[in-house]
């Protein structure tokens, strides 16, 4: 026993520092930058058999496109970290889309009005099917399964006898159709680059003051780097369309929102903390089902904002608005972009990444005129795919991690 | 059998417990000094799980009771047991495995930042990893990364982590369930080191455990219990395996085997 001491140091391994900081990036950033790299082949591939893919004019339809399964997609990744899954948030979104297009253009509500009672119903759904979830302890797929199959009846019900209410509103229609000058565009790439850099750099500097470990100033800039290339980029080809889309803003917009909540919070750390260990997190005074109630509203939610955005891109709402494949594309997204089924894993930028590589396949394999039939079974062979690698690669660092 | 002097931090007397016609625990008086390392022993039912969850609050006594650093006390649940300065850790640890040591550690105790960033709920991870790491040093614990996810350590540096994570809020007594189960030898060597320092620094341990040889090394006294009943209550110095054995099995208890 009394070597003690000398066990308990034995037991840091021997790893050198730089090898441990090339281990995390390869756990941890790289997960993202092979999404990243993976967009980079699909787009080579369309690029190579129709030059227009990578036109500024599709790239711009791309991010449109992109919008409203992003912003489904972002409470989807919420309740992935809790280990749930949501079913119900393409029958949501097509439920409030429609409620909001009923009270605009035929109640004739403010459009402002409007937008905030079709989120508002969201909100009230995932209430509701949280509640039931905790309350009588149903698993959340058969929860949100007869959200699923009963919303769309709730949606027809709104909608009324002709099944479609067409979208005149010109604030509604804008929100999938304003356009920024090309100087307001470099204005707010630049401004995000600037706070995106001073936030990083002040963080780095305050924990390098406290004496805490910190990534190396190196690592960082180039970090800073990427960042900047491709916010100018994205900048600069939205301009050379119609500019920066309000849409994107918007889904950005979002995006950093939910990654603040989700990781600088105590909320967000109890999101984690439930979907990694619900026991442990109970045990440590968390009010574990408060937390799911919450995520299941904020789903419901997000399946509103994206039913909107959806409606203001068809100008329209029918019976069809959020059936078929959307649900799936909305799960699909994170999933591929490696947030984990299990709960625990994510982050709210699979979002955007996912609804990026699923809205690629779709606009390039349309662009070269392929059937859906076909279009289907690409993304779902490129799901299969990055599940299988994601699963590989989990192996490998639990593998590494346990030494 | 202990010296007087100091009063226990935790003394209770008369307790019993009855799960439906299951008598767990009869009439049981059990105290931990200060400073002092008491460890639980006995077989399988004896009640040593009872007890722990009598005194971690999770079942209520039915008959007995319960005083805290001299005072009478009632522990309804495991918030007061905790309020009072009792710290379990238990078996299965309750660590997230997707979680890193600070986050692990602060677990539902999160420090939120000062200003307004913390009103919404901010977290102020530098202070937090900071404190981490003083408290483990403190502990002589080396966990070379403290941001990492606790579920690609080793069962060792986990069982360190959980206890870390129980003397957070500055605890009175510690109460370690099967610390060293389904650990190897030398991290098995680990946690008995913690266990000591713990004691070093003033805390008083309770440790239940089934293995002897951990008991005799760490244990300033050996409380057994045997179906429910107190067994035998021996001085480590003073005693020795084949004794404690004995009670716990009952072979002394009837005084005719040795």
């Known amino acids: ?98 409620i909001m297009a009923v009270l605009i253009e035929k109640e004739g509500w403010s459009p402002y009005l409007g937008i905030a009672a079709g989120i508002a119903a969201g909100t009230v759904i995932g209430l509701f099917q949280g509640s039931v979830f905790t309350r009588f302890a149903v698993p959340s797929f058969v929860v949100t399964l007869a959200g699923l199959l009963a919303w769309p009846g709730a949606q027809l019900e709104v909608l009324g006898e002709t099944g479609t209410v067409n979208i005149n509103d010109p604030k509604v229609t804008g929100l999938t159709n304003t356009f920024y000058s090309d100087m307001v565009g470099w204005i707010v790439g630049l401004a995000a680059i600037a706070i995106y850099a001073a936030f990083a750099l002040r963080a780095r500097q305050k924990r390098v003051g406290e004496g805490l470990s910190a990534p190396p100033l190196g690592l960082l800039l180039m970090r800073i780097g990427l960042v900047t290339v491709a916010v100018l980029v994205a900048i600069w080809v939205l301009n050379d369309d119609r500019g920066l889309p309000l849409a994107a803003l918007i889904l950005v917009g979002f995006c950093l929102f939910f990654f603040y909540i989700t990781t600088r919070t105590r909320f967000g750390r109890h999101i984690f903390a439930v979907g990694g260990n619900a026991e442990a997190a109970r045990r440590a005074g968390i009010n574990v089902n408060r937390v799911r109630v919450i995520v299941f509203m904020i789903a419901s939610s997000m399946a509103a904002a994206g039913g909107i955005m959806a409606a203001s891109r068809l100008l329209a709402v029918n019976q069809s608005s959020g059936a078929g494949d959307f649900l799936l594309l909305a799960i699909a997204g994170p999933v591929i972009a490696g947030t984990s089924l299990f709960g625990g894993r994510g982050s709210v930028w699979h979002a955007l990444l996912g609804a990026l590589v699923i809205t690629s396949i779709s606009n390039g394999l349309d662009l070269q005129g392929r059937e859906s039939s076909v279009k289907f079974m690409v993304t779902g062979g490129v799901l299969l795919l990055a599940v299988v690698i994601d699963a590989i690669a989990r192996r490998q660092r639990q593998a590494a991690g346990r030494v | 059998m202990n010296a007087t002097g100091s009063t226990p931090v935790l003394s209770l007397k008369g307790v019993s417990k009855s799960f439906g016609p299951v008598q767990a625990l009869s009439d049981v008086d059990f105290e931990v000094r200060p400073g002092e390392v008491v460890a639980l022993v006995g077989d399988n039912g004896a009640g040593k799980s009872t007890l722990v969850k009598v005194i971690a609050g999770i079942h209520p006594a039915d008959e007995g009771s319960m005083q805290f650093e001299g005072q009478e006390v009632t522990v309804n649940g495991p918030a007061d047991a905790v309020a009072l300065g009792i710290a379990t850790v238990y078996q299965d640890l309750a ?42 040093e403190n502990l002589a614990v080396t966990i070379t990364d403290l941001r990492a996810e606790v579920g690609t350590m080793s069962g060792g540096q986990r069982q360190q982590v959980a206890i870390a994570r129980s003397l957070l809020g500055e605890p009175k007594l510690v109460v370690l369930d099967e610390p060293t189960a389904a650990l190897g030898v030398r991290q098995t060597a680990q946690v008995l080191a913690l266990i000591k320092r713990l004691k070093e620094q003033g805390h008083a341990v309770l440790v239940i455990s089934h293995n002897l040889a951990d008991v005799f090394e760490v244990a300033d006294r050996i409380f057994v219990l045997r179906l429910g009943r107190e067994a035998g209550d021996f001085a480590a110095s003073d005693t020795n395996q084949e004794q404690v054995v004995g009670a716990i099995t009952g072979a002394s208890g009837n005084g005719g085997n040795r």
């Open chain 1, 1 to 98: 026993m009394t070597a003690a001491g000398a066990t308990v140091e034995d037991d840091a391994e021997e790893r050198s520092p730089t090898l441990d900081l090339v281990r995390r990036f390869i756990a941890g950033d790289l997960a993202e930058l092979r999404v990243v790299l993976a967009i980079a082949v699909i787009w080579a591939i369309f690029y190579v058999q129709e030059p227009r893919f990578l036109s500024s004019i599709n790239l711009s339809n791309l991010v449109l496109q992109m919008t409203a399964v992003g912003l489904v997609s972002i409470g989807v990744v919420l309740v992935l970290l809790l280990g749930e899954i949501d079913l119900s948030v393409g029958a949501v979104s097509g439920l409030c889309a429609a």
């Open chain 2, 95 to 136: 660590l997230s495995d997707n979680l890193d040591v600070v986050e692990n550690l602060y677990l539902g105790r999160e420090k939120v930042a000062d200003g307004p960033a913390g009103t919404v709920g901010q977290l102020d991870e530098v202070s937090m990893e900071k404190r981490t790491g003083e408290l483990l």
